[in-house]
């Protein structure tokens, strides 16, 4: 039995090393022209061969080697495949682009995030599995049971299988968030104000036209006053987004003050914020890039530009906000939660953000929490107000697990 182990062992060894070559020499191919996108590319394989190597290890262990008709090399040869599908996908797209170099894409982000919910199962696992060999803690039925070993392995699998497909469907199916509050400040002679907000749609190849169409009919039945995108409404390739007719789908958005965004980090990717702002105005969305609209004589609107995509640097609030009438309600957009000090100090009232999606797949809402002051939700300084939203798109894997796709309906009531 030894020797039939290790014998396998070395030929998962020899297998990885060729993997290992072949994927350093695409990725160098791939990248020859930038240097950054070398090491990155490198790095991300490196950090993910171990975790992938564990969990591939413990499949074939715990359920591969009792399947009779399963060949290791088989076994091996296919999980690497899955493991490396975005690398796949990739070499697929440059040949033949809008292929099924797709689907291998998005099928490697599932596999990313699968690898976390793996690793949260089957280290415990194993963890107990060491204790057990010092300290015999599991009945001897148990410990020498391959059956029962062959169970586990199955039930993490499909567990983590079902996981995936409901926070698919959860991604699909956007949710409405209410919030009432108040601005006590007389808004000319407005008393109440219904604001739909949404941010991170990320429209494109994953969030469609079909979805789209779904979010537009969401926010019509709340009968908003006026609609708020915060950022990353169009995602990293905006092509889709012409291709499939979503401008035209975003301009049946309908209330009585329009649409007004902002950009998000995503619409500067690839050197698209000028063509962005255009794609959002052929839908007669009103940009607002460091500036301000001041609506009906009764409130503001400001619009920040994006603080992140690499940019240190960007100006100040009070650069391009003077004129701003502080008797009246003024409700900022700003795509990063950030910089709440700053706004407050310039009079803003209500400040409505997103970009980080609620860790969209848990535990990433463990990570938001360290990184921002408000991850997601309502916070409350003084009189200054923050509104930060989960989106309604996704980025990365098409799921959403422990948190949901939202869109916010806000109720504002103002001083009378």
């Given at each position: ?14 297998f ?11 990725i ?34 715990f359920v ?94 499909l ?18 968030k209410n ?16 604001i ?16 789209l ?44 003050y ?27 969305i ?9 609506i009906?004589?009764?409130?503001y ?51 409505l ?27 409350q300084?003084?009189?200054?107000q ?31």
């Open positions: 039995m030894k020797n039939t182990y290790s014998d396998r062992f070395k030929r998962a060894a020899v990885l090393l060729k993997l290992f070559f072949a994927v350093g020499l695409y160098v191919i791939n990248h020859f022209v930038s240097l950054k996108g070398t090491l990155r590319s490198f790095t991300t394989f490196l950090v993910l061969l171990p975790p992938n190597y564990y969990i591939g290890l413990r499949g074939w262990q591969g080697q009792y399947i009779k008709i399963l060949n290791p090399k088989i076994y091996w040869a296919s999980f690497w495949l899955l493991a490396q599908s975005y690398i796949i996908g990739k070499i697929i797209n440059k040949v033949f682009p809008d292929t099924i170099g797709d689907y291998l894409l998005v099928l490697d982000w599932y596999w990313y995030v699968a690898i976390i919910y793996f690793l949260m199962l089957l280290v415990p696992i194993d963890l107990i599995r060491f204790v057990d060999k010092r300290l015999k803690v599991l009945p001897q039925n148990i410990r020498g049971n391959t059956g029962a070993r062959a169970g586990i392995g199955a039930g993490i699998f567990l983590v299988v079902l996981v995936l497909t409901y926070g698919t469907w959860n991604a699909q199916n956007p949710k409405v919030y009432d509050l108040t601005i006590q400040k007389k808004a000319g002679n407005l008393e109440n104000l219904n739909a907000l949404v941010s991170d749609m990320h429209l494109g190849k994953i969030v469609n036209s079909g979805r169409r779904k979010m537009v009919g969401i926010i019509n039945e709340l009968k908003p006053d006026i609609v708020l995108l915060a950022g990353d409404t169009i995602d990293d390739d905006y092509k889709p987004y012409l291709e499939q007719g979503m401008p035209e789908i975003l301009s049946g958005l309908k209330s009585k329009g649409t007004y965004a902002v950009l998000g980090n995503h619409e500067y990717y690839n050197g698209n914020m000028s063509k962005n702002i255009s794609n959002l105005e052929s839908a007669g009103k940009v607002l890039f460091d500036n301000y609209v001041k009906d004589n009764s409130f609107i400001v619009g920040r530009d994006d603080k992140g995509y690499g940019r240190k640097v960007r100006k100040k609030m009070s650069e391009f906000t003077t004129g701003i009438d502080g008797n009246l309600p003024v409700i900022l957009m700003d795509h990063w939660p950030t910089d709440f000090d700053e706004a407050a100090k310039q009079g803003v009232d209500l400040q953000s997103g970009h980080t999606h609620n860790g969209q797949y848990f535990p990433g809402q463990l990570g938001n929490k360290l990184m921002h002051e408000l991850d997601y939700g309502y916070m300084k003084g009189k200054f923050v509104v930060v939203t989960a989106g309604a798109g996704t980025w990365g894997v098409p799921a959403r697990i422990g948190c949901d796709a939202e869109i916010v309906n806000i109720n504002l009531r103002f001083k009378p």
